[in-house]
């Protein structure tokens, strides 16, 4: 059983440029949620997505998107990014939406904002 | 909306016993998790708590009181390797899975 994995592990961008970043959920997981998390902070929910449909979203402008794909791996797109969105971000992938509150994280992505 | 409160750091001895306090207020409330996470990593699940009382695994205990708004996670027989950030989690009642995690509480455990 392979676990949550994230790609890339670390990327600098400037403002203005955009990202995608990559994850692949854990073995027969069919839902996937992005999190940021700033430095100090705990994970702040962008948005979740349950077999390929986006299920609840946290309060990010729209210029963050995501897609999850039929094998249930999924990205999220940051359009113009901004300085504060220098962050960790965090994909955990969970069964049925994560109705038993358990979640299984991802290493995470650094992104950092010049 | 929903909001959660956690103490910003706690200390401990090894083999002591600490509780870690968190408060929500919550629009609809679905149920409570806690997930530890050390420096450089990612968060790992270690509870959930639905229904009022006491959940037991391992060396780690929570606890949820849904009319206080209330929950705790316990930490006994403390080794250094518990030294990490613990947050709380909550997720609204409904058909949209909106979570929020508290800020996290800094253990710190001493030899």
Known sequence: ?114 | GQSLEQPSEVTAVEGAIVQINCTYQTSGFYGLSWYQQHDGGAPTFLSYNALDGLEETGRFSSFLSRSDSYGYLLLQELQMKDSASYFCAVREQGGSYIPTFGRGTSLIVHP
């Open chain 1, 1 to 114: 059983e392979t676990g949550v994995t994230q790609s890339p592990t670390h990327l600098i961008k400037t403002r203005g440029q955009q990202v995608t970043l990559r994850c692949s959920s854990q073995s027969g997981h069919n839902t996937v949620s992005w999190y940021q998390q700033a430095l100090g902070q705990g994970p702040q929910f962008i948005f979740q997505y349950y077999r390929e449909e986006e299920n609840g979203r946290g309060n990010f402008p729209p210029r963050f998107s995501g897609l999850q794909f039929p094998n249930y791996s999924s990205e999220l797109n940051v359009n113009a990014l901004e300085l504060d969105d220098s962050a960790l971000y965090l994909c955990a992938s969970s069964l049925s939406g994560g109705a038993s509150g358990e979640q299984f994280f991802g290493p995470g992505t650094r992104l950092t904002v010049l």
